[in-house]
DNA sequence: AGCACATGTTTTTTT
DNA sequence: AACATGTGCT
């Protein structure tokens, strides 16, 4: 054995070696939370390289996230010397790369657009509204769910059976035809087609199938317990009659159900292929025995599952600590007192801590307190850059310019800014595009020849046309930044932006620089630097690839997002019937377990220590509800749980007061004095009011504007 | 066409 | 409570 080879064999456990040293033939790895997944994943990449010799060109890796699939391959590139060329990516981005290749075997061009959940939501209004059905009555979300489950299944329109006892499918059924036709009229596809697209590529091109099953020797699939059926089938269809397909995930820690996830796959692996090598680790190296112990006595509750035996050798560790709150504001205060004392005591830094919840909404009290009380804090998801409203209008234009036939982003941005062309307008444009057969661009390009237009209008949806092509001559001149300066000057949406928004306008443009940063290094990254490129990247990004590591801050997450990553200190918040096992998934057999595994995941995100908490009144939809400890709660043992004593968290604001405000008083703050705050930085006083204590309206240097009571907010003067 | 105001909806999780 | 959508007025 040479060098390399024990290098890469260094430090793993027996089981892990023989998944690593795995050559041909289907294989199965349960990896238990903790078992070092991805280490085997790596290192058997390069293992495949160094030792068998196999060329890394055949090799394909599929994960769920952007993150994964990096740190996948950052991890491989080091084992072995050279930069490797293996794909390892995304099943998404996976889909989108062949589609590019390969549009025209479907009757799709290769500069296609890739719509969003709204752009969805969009055509299928739309078409609902060509049809006479009520929206109201109907949401169009509802259909959409409706047929992106039929997409995961593979389901296509003609295939689509209308169930008598589900109404929505009659509805479902005359839409997704109509909805699939305008897919491939607007040359896009959704994040279902994807997956649904190479699929039926694979079937219905053998051709097609046998080039890559001889390009792509070597399958990897990690998070086997959460892809769905069209991910299922599309790994399937990707293994070659050699059968290289080697699958890692954990059943207990399925929780994308809801997004068609089937855990069925990977149970019946083995009867997918009868010879198929299974390899369990069960070695937990991340958790202390009381963190494992108790998220196995949580994870046993479930049915239908494979048995497992998980331990560890890292000791036993604190017990759990467990704190009932009054309210989810002393929730969030007891996190924040003991994330700082942990901190001051030197032992962990915010860094090492992680705040999970069920849902996003719970992300807010949080927030608050922490930045009242100066916790620096990162959010994980939530309100998403690229869901910014200007960000998506000039995506949308971006879109535009890229593939004209982009109906979605041509819809979005007519009259964005405002140019006059409202909904009668808009309507006579698409009337004459569906009896012409042609584009909705088009449309507007011929509007002249359009008879229920008056000249007028004609004139004003043909500038747009005009401006939208201008653009598109710019294309392959300038770089995609500059791009963007343009459409802002030229369209008048930053004059727009100046003239309407005060005080937010600032903020606006200054996310439209940053889109165009992500620009700049999207071009120094990647040598051709397409604007399709560049779009792609955007439209498959995800909230975790985003996260960045380190720093000294406590991360706020849901525990979805959470899926993969450990943290030495975990507050798992909100463990409260009805909010944690959500209150949608408490009468269904099977969705409760799969809270149950949700559950699992928060508890094994742990290393050394676990806070438990809950809350009897929780702020929900504008009102204080009680809410009952969650079902998990009684599911741990008590032996291992340590219930910490009422603390007053609640008065939080009150000790603030006591440790640091004695400038409450408004003669301490004169208007026009520059102040600095924790998370805002400088800013100027405008005014200085007596309304319930002293309130001050601050003028940060991000541009706005933010009234502050001086008896809380964490502010310090400036000095000259 | 565009605004102000009113009403309705939302919060489960996401590539 | 926050936001999206809808309505009626100008």
Known sequence: ??????????????????????????????????????????????????????????????????????????????????????????????????????AGKLGFKRNFSIYDTSDQKRMVKEIMQDLNIDTKQTKPSRVLNEISDAKNQLIRPKDYKVDKFNYLSEIVAQIYPLYQQRMKESNAFDFDDLIMKPCQLFTEYPKVKEYYNEKYKYILVDEYQDVNHAQYRLSQLLTGSENNIFVVGDPDQSIYGFRGADINNILNFENDFSNAKVIRLEQNYRSKENILKAAQSVIKNNSSRLDKDLWSERGEGDSIEFFEAATDKEEAGFIMEEAKKMNRSGRYSYGDMVVLYRTNAQSRSIEDVLRRN????????????????????????????NNPADTAALLRIINEPARGIGAKTLERVQDYAYANNISLFQSCQESEKNPELTKAYARKVIEFAELIAEFQGLENEITIDRLVSKILSKTGYESEILAKEGPKAQERLENIGELQSAMQEYLQDNDDGSLAGFLEEVALISDIDTMEDKNNFITLMTLHSAKGLEFPVVFLAGLDEGLFPHSNSMDDTSEIEEERRLCYVGITRAQDKLYIL???????????????????????????INCEEDGNYDSIDIKDNNNRNNNAKSSNYREGQQVIHPSWGIGKIKQVKEDKGTKLTIRFKDGKERELLAEYAPLQPVRR
């Open 1 to 102: 054995m040479n060098s390399i080879d024990k290098q890469i064999l260094a430090g793993l456990n027996q089981p892990q070696q023989e998944a690593v040293k795995h050559y041909k033939g289907p294989a199965l790895v349960l990896a238990g939370a903790g078992s070092g997944k991805t280490r085997v994943l790596t290192r058997r990449i390069a293992y495949l390289i160094a030792e068998y010799g196999v060329n890394p060109g055949n090799i394909l890796a599929m994960t769920f996230t952007n993150k994964a699939a990096s740190e996948m391959k950052e991890r491989a590139n080091k084992l072995i010397s050279e930069d490797m060329r293996s794909w390892v990516g995304t099943f998404h981005s996976f889909g989108a790369t062949l589609l590019r290749k390969e």
């Open 614 to 640: 809950r809350a009897k009144n929780r702020f929900r939809y504008g009102e204080s509800k009680y809410y009952a400890p969650s079902r998990f709660l009684n599911e741990i043992p008590d032996s291992l």
């Open 374 to 401: 100066q916790v620096p804090y990162q959010i994980v998801g939530g309100l998403k850059f690229y869901d910014r409203k200007e960000i998506k209008d000039i995506v949308a234009y971006l879109r535009l310019i």
